[in-house]
């Protein structure tokens, strides 16, 4: 053994001297080349040791670098020729090398090391703070202390003697260690003078010029701090209908949406996360068949999502095979009939074409609204995953269950802690926003909505070596779900005993004075507490799997910005090569160009049914897991049904079908390679 125990790593620190990494090395350099023989490997490691030595032992500082460790381990395999494991290892030497310094140029001279570099290009786009000139003055560790810094602050509104130092540590902590992330506007703006940290609004679209285009201001300031919207059109006049101020013809909801998808393209933000929105059309609006054709080409209405309020009367219709009443939303009075059949037809084709319309159940989601004297639910958050009432917003955030799966087990424990903590700094991120207007303000804090969701739900089953696909997993997603929700509602709890209920409790589902009451009375901070989002650029931070999805796949292309791609292998699967001893480099070769593994004999059974991707999850396990998420979750989940390019139409109406009958809010489905531009593609 050698006489040093401690080497110095790049930043300057110490950590303690392992010959056994050397070990590892070069086994892991002979794998991909000539596979040395274990006694070759053992006496390379002692030659190295004695370079080591002797490098050490000529100067000064007697601690190895681990610079030096690198050049002993090369000289030493050019030394005894073994040419071909030399040439790799210095080609992962100079691609270590390559991705330190890409690191070091998007963040500066200390990068995060816990980070992949694709968070970090994220971080740097998005996230970090710059000044006039663009150049980023922040780092991430900096980041999670001003958002945590930030949120702790409302401690003081209840609390004059608050400990924010200690609040602080906590919600850092839990930032830190990747164990939760707020939504992307709390990232972006806690801490600076926007302070707006909700994910989500819903805005009013009455029938009228002024009151349209009051909205349409409203929703560019929610833009500008990277937050979404979302806009029932059902309240505005059918096309043609009569304006009885000009005595001319009403251009109807669709012209509208365009307006303001023109408004999101022009307020993209320089970099910050472009305004999402989602545009709802009652199925019982008379326009609802050009609403629901308004996606048929690619360069149309680019930045909505769009989807169709399907009722209980459409759907015990559509059962039946019957017309159903269209209804003029001017007078409240039916303007026609429509064949069910024909619309769902219409609705499955264009889903199938190009992805949208999604659906939503409206009438599910009003019978679980918590404050029904408030107003009817008016739609949702542009994912679905948040159903609000006008001038509503909530704040969002997301566990990353990833983080808990440990040693194939689920650390119950730390994932109550987070979960309660969580629940406290979303509650303080009420309190702690600055609203794009008065009207927001006032609604949003009489009912106090958080949503808690989750992603790295596929990291957590491949990590528990459990399919997707499976009983068993639906099993683990019901069972995780319900914790949290069960903790969740303890920690909304515990909050309104120590700041009261959220001001309209009294009038709520959950009084048992109210004329409103369900069930058993709850003494609440947060009307809502749990939701599901599509966590898209927080889940790509944490290197997690996005929200409750499948592992898209083991290797593919994402692109983000517009057209910026970014390289993705799954981490997982290539910890799970390295445990089962298989030839890494090899099998991620061949998986490549293909995203799944079902055809690859060379990998054992097992391991190919936990790691399944996408594609290679039926359509039926996908409407199965996000029924079992909603049936613990007082919002909404959303979830994409993502199709081989195969599918048929029947396909989709099968899905919307499916979900309607297992009891989910909303669907929206996307087959493959429908669109010209898709996020997700093989590599």
Not at 239 to 263: E, N, Q, Y
Not at 348 to 362: C, E, K, Q, R
Not at 570 to 581: I, V
Request: aromatic share 8%; with cysteine; charged share 25%.
């Amino acid at each position: 053994m050698p006489e040093f125990t401690t080497i110095r790593k790049r930043d300057s620190t110490l950590a303690p001297f392992d010959p056994e990494r050397i070990r590892s090395v070069i086994a892991k350099a002979s794998e991909c080349s000539e596979q040395l023989e274990a006694k070759e490997i053992s006496m390379l490691v002692d030659e190295v040791l004695k370079r080591l030595s002797e490098k050490v032992n000529r100067r000064k500082d007697s601690i190895p670098t681990v610079e030096d460790v690198q050049d002993a381990i090369e000289e030493m395999l050019i030394k005894y020729e073994h040419t071909k494991v030399a040439k790799h290892f210095i080609l992962y030497r100079h691609e270590r090398q390559r991705i330190r310094e890409e690191k070091e140029g998007l963040i500066g001279s200390i990068p995060d090391k816990r980070l992949s570099l694709n968070a970090l290009k994220i971080l740097r786009e998005r996230y970090l703070l710059k000044d006039d000139a663009g150049t980023v003055t922040e780092t991430s560790t900096e980041l999670f202390h001003r958002v945590a810094r930030a949120i702790a602050k409302a401690d003081l509104l209840y609390d004059k003697k608050a400990d924010l130092q200690k609040t602080e540590e906590t919600f850092f902590k839990m930032l830190y260690d990747m164990e939760f992330l707020p939504n992307s506007p709390t990232l972006m703006n806690a801490g600076t003078k926007t302070q707006q940290l909700a994910g989500c609004f819903v805005l009013p679209l009455p029938d009228s010029i002024d009151g349209i285009f009051e909205t349409l201001g409203n929703a560019a300031h929610i833009y500008k701090t990277g937050a979404g919207a979302g806009f029932s059109f059902s309240s505005i006049r059918p096309k043609h209908a009569l304006i009885t101020t000009s005595k001319g013809a009403a251009s109807g909801p669709v012209s509208f949406l365009k307006i303001f998808d023109v408004t999101t393209e022009v307020m993209k933000q320089g970099g910050k996360k472009r305004g999402a929105n989602i545009g709802i059309l009652r199925v019982d609006h008379p326009d609802i068949i050009d609403f629901i054709r308004c996606k048929d080409f690619d360069e149309h209405i680019r930045n909505f999502n769009i989807s169709v309020a399907l009722t209980e009367e459409f759907m015990e219709a559509f059962k039946n095979n019957k017309n159903y009443s269209l209804i003029n939303p001017t007078t409240g009075k039916p303007s026609g009939e429509q064949s069910a059949r024909y619309v769902f037809d219409i609705l499955s084709t264009a889903a199938w074409d190009n992805g949208d319309p999604g659906v939503i159940f409206l009438d599910r989601m009003q019978q679980d609204n918590p404050t029904p004297h408030e107003g009817p639910i008016a739609a949702c958050s542009p994912c679905g995953e948040a159903p609000l009432l006008s001038y509503e917003a909530c704040h969002l955030g997301s566990i990353n269950l990833g983080s808990f799966a440990v040693n194939k087990r689920i650390d119950w424990k730390r994932l109550k802690e987070v979960v309660h903590t969580a629940v406290h700094f979303l509650d303080n991120a009420v309190d702690s926003t600055v609203y794009p207007s008065k009207d927001i303000e006032t609604k949003t804090k009489k009912n106090r909505k958080i949503g808690l969701g989750v992603m790295g739900f596929a990291d957590m089953l491949v990590k528990l070596r459990i399919p997707y696909n499976s009983e068993k997993g639906v099993a683990v997603a019901e069972k995780v779900m319900k914790f949290i929700q069960t903790e969740a509602d303890i920690a909304s709890e515990t909050l309104a005993q120590k700041r009261e209920t959220f001001p309209n409790w009294e009038q709520s589902i959950y009084c048992k004075t109210s004329p409103h009451f369900k069930g058993i009375q709850r003494l609440l901070r947060n009307a809502t507490r749990t939701c599901i989002s599509p966590t898209g650029s927080i889940s790509m931070i944490a290197d997690a799997s996005p929200s409750i999805e499948p592992i898209f796949a083991l290797s593919y292309v994402r692109q983000v910005f517009g057209n910026r791609e970014f390289f993705y292998v799954d981490k997982n699967f290539e910890d799970a090569l390295d445990e089962a001893k298989l030839h890494k480099d090899m099998i991620l070769q061949l998986v490549l160009n293909q995203g799944s593994i079902q055809h690859i004999k060379e990998i054992p059974k097992q391991l190919r049914k936990v790691f399944v991707v996408t594609h290679d999850v039926e359509a039926e396990w996908h409407i199965k897991m996000q029924a079992a998420f909603q049936k613990y979750c007082d919002n909404a989940v959303s979830k994409t049904v993502n199709l081989p390019s195969n599918s048929t139409i029947k396909d989709v109406q099968q899905v919307y079908l499916d979900a309607y009958k297992l009891g989910c809010k909303g669907i929206t489905i996307y087959r493959d390679k429908s669109k010209t531009s898709q996020i997700f593609n093989l590599t």
